[in-house]
């Protein structure tokens, strides 16, 4: 039974049609990959999804729910935590602060409660921060905890966002190009913790990703894309022989 | 130099950081209290203004320093408090009801004029907000039989069951007890959940929204809050000066409520403050500099605003963390003498880099 089901999703700007009749299922903890060149739609699709964009046609199924016309700031809630491309983090902010906003789904305190900051608010708010120790703990980030976003490091703020997403505790997660912009050693990183999402934490992941090494040494099935179509769907051995695979690639 | 070594996680988020924190915010509480005794009647008449300013910079600063959406119509909220209570009390109503009924008129008028910030950001919202504050300006003009249209209405003196405050230590002590009240409302928003949810919207709308934030309640409630507190203070604004009319309400109030947390600060508590203080000194600063001016400019009639426009850029371009910043680099050089150094203390620009700014 698949987590997530879309079927023939579709999405255009005016007459540009950036994602065309896409369908596919993705198995609990499974490790998925979308690849394809630039342009192909793989971000849009991602959009579509975590409902910042609405689809054309076609519909998407969370966990037996149709999620298809929820509010965007429900997908977190019913279970769909993300990142972005380049990097959307609150700049001014700390990390830590960062990763509490992570919990936001989890909370429960109205307007008067946190005006008052009852302890209902504090118990509530120390929750959050031991769930945010142990993401804090998973990606090492302890000594970064008290500095501000807006200063630290390409790499560091990637893994940040990566934390935030993981404090939401999702059951799925959304990782737009995870490895972009990360050096071997931390790309090396990125496999070991994408591998420990689904064997400790139990996620299911799907990644948009270029590195074909990243993406054949952690996923179980990749899907290709080329100019919003789907061309090939498989495990990455199949993905990468297919021929026309290769010919969006090289042109041809 | 003072080295904090964290042991529990309540650390991060209570009222004062440390001891020694609290025991300065305790000797500043108690100097509060003793001004009534100590100070001459012209200082403490200032401090009633500063502690009016408070409490809607304190409603200001949550909605444009924290969760980035700057209003250009805080006057009309303030208008509306002290309108508000003004009427209600001609009417006979005591002044804790028509106090709670200002504040909760005003929330409900920045709830309205909240809506189009859904759609709307930077700029535009600033002139969105700006419309609607001449919008019930005009309001109250023309609402002649509730309101007395432009010839103004006179304000009674606070009355609480009996006691009256017929002194200006007796509203001081009123206006202490809200400004104190609206502060720690403030704090407690911004430690909570809500106050980072401002600050992510601050930052970034899209991210935000798929962390959970709902956008649409999250900026609405900041509509609300911030109206609420800046009606408060309008209400007291009233029993301050006991007489309003339409024309105290201008644009001008509302630029010199952005001046003010702008310039104390902007996404700091301190700033407020510090904002509050500035805005209320200048204009007799302005008064006293007049005398030693050469006539020709003394004599200007836009000789005030032309300074606050001069401190603002001064601010924008040299210090845009405000007062506090420069509050925050004093502290800083003492601690680490002698081994300041001018970029130690770099903060992020906040406003400069977010968009909505």
Known sequence: MAVLSVSDVGISFGGLRAVDGISFGVEPREIFAIIGPNGAGKTTLFNVISRIYEPSTGSIVFDGRDITRIPPHDVVRAGIARTFQNINLFDNATVLDNLMLGRYRHHRSGVLRQTLFTPFVRREKLADRRKVEEVIDFLELGKYRDVLVAGLPYGVRKIVELGRALAAEPRLILLDEPSSGLNVEETRDMVFWIQDMRDDLDMTVIMIEHDMSLVSAVSDRVLAMSSGRMLALGTPGEVQRDPGVAAAYLGG | ?357
């Not at chain 2, 200002?102 to 929330?107: E, I, K, P, Q, R």
């Not at chain 2, 010839?151 to 206006?175: C, F, H, M, Q, T």
């Not at chain 2, 401002?198 to 999250?218: C, F, H, K, N």
């Not at chain 2, 006539?295 to 005030?304: K, M, R």
């Open chain 2, 1 to 357: 130099m003072k080295f904090y070594k964290k042991t529990s996680y309540t650390e991060d988020f209570r009222l004062f950081r440390d001891g020694a924190a609290a025991f300065w915010y305790a000797l500043l509480g108690l100097a509060l209290v003793a001004a009534p005794f100590v100070l001459p009647a012209y200082y403490l008449s200032q401090l009633v203004l500063i502690g009016i300013y408070v409490v809607a910079g304190a409603g200001l600063m949550l909605l444009s320093g924290y969760c980035g959406q700057v209003s250009l119509g805080h006057a009309a909220f303030f208008a509306v408090g002290a309108f508000t209570v003004a009427v209600l009390e001609k009417h006979g109503v005591p002044f804790l009801a028509a106090f709670a009924a200002a504040g909760a008129l005003s929330a409900a008028v920045g709830f309205v004029i909240g809506l189009p910030a859904l759609r709307l950001s930077g700029l535009y919202l600033a002139i969105a907000t700006l419309a609607a504050s001449f919008i019930v300006t005009e309001v109250i003009v023309r609402w002649e039989g509730v309101t007395n249209g432009a010839s103004g209405l006179n304000v009674a003196k606070i009355r609480i069951a009996g006691w009256i405050a017929d002194s200006e230590p007796k509203l001081y002590a009123i206006v202490l007890a809200v400004a104190v009240a609206a502060m720690l409302a403030v704090r407690n928003i911004v430690r909570a959940p809500l106050g980072l949810a401002m600050m992510a919207i601050r930052d970034s709308e899209t991210a935000a929204q798929s962390m959970g934030v709902p956008l649409m309640r999250v900026k609405l409630a900041a509509f609300a809050i911030s109206a609420l507190l800046t009606g408060l203070a309008g209400a007291l604004y009233a029993h301050k000066l006991q007489f309003i009319d339409p024309d105290q309400f201008t644009i001008l109030v509302s630029i010199e409520f952005l001046v003010m947390i702008f310039i104390g600060g902007i996404g700091s508590m301190h700033g407020i403050v510090l904002g509050a203080a500035f805005v209320i000194a200048l204009p007799q600063l302005v008064a006293v500099a007049k005398d030693y001016l050469p006539a020709a400019v003394a004599q200007q009639s836009g000789l005030q605003a032309a300074v606050y426009a001069a401190v603002l850029l001064a601010f924008i371009l040299a210090e845009p963390t405000g007062l506090y910043g420069i509050w925050r680099k004093i502290k800083h050089y003492f601690s680490m003498f002698p081994f300041y150094r001018k970029g130690s203390l770099r903060r992020a620009k906040s406003f400069a880099k977010s968009e909505t700014w």
